[in-house]
């Protein structure tokens, strides 16, 4: 448990520095969103479900807000980083042993395509935080 912490510290420090150099949400739209719609509702999404390629992203960070809990009264910012590590880490290396969405979408989906070079260091840490700031009290 501690090291995990510390580990999620260490990378909370390190995002803050790359962070600014990037615009997250740029990186989203070139590099995520031709798959992953920004904003949705359920309703809207259900009518168009057939056509969709992936989960939208807007239920991808709300579902992974919900499913990391590390310890009960986990800081914000250590859930702010260790969510935007899990995040980077699915992006490079997509499996289904690691994913946290449901078994139904993963049936209709399939497996993520790994986005190796396809990003820079920087926007990985952009587009990562941004997909956790941006979601931040939105509705799905
Ligand atoms: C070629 C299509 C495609 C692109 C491009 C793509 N994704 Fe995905 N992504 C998927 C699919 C399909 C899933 C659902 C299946 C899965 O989880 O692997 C998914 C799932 C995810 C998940 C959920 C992980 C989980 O718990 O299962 C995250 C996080 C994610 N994508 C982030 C990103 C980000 C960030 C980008 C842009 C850098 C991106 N994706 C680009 C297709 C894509």
Request: aromatic fraction near 8%; proline fraction near 4%.
């Amino acid at each position: 448990m501690k090291s995990i912490a510390i580990m999620a510290l260490i990378a909370a420090v390190s995002l803050t520095a790359a962070e600014k150099k990037v615009d997250g949400e740029q990186v989203f739209d070139q590099k995520c969103a031709s798959c992953h719609i920004k904003m949705i509702t359920k309703p809207e999404l259900k009518k168009i479900f057939k056509t969709v390629k992936a989960p939208p992203m807007i239920e991808v960070s709300n579902q992974l807000k919900k499913n990391i809990k590390i310890v009960e009264d986990i800081d914000d910012e250590i859930h702010r980083a260790v969510t935007i590590a899990f995040i980077k880490d699915y992006v490079i290396y997509p499996d289904l042993d690691k994913s946290m969405c449901e078994a139904m979408a993963l049936e209709k989906f399939d497996l993520m395509p790994s986005q190796k070079g396809k990003l820079s260091e920087e926007e990985l840490n952009a587009v990562a935080a941004w997909v956790y700031d941006y979601y931040q009290g939105k509705k799905f």
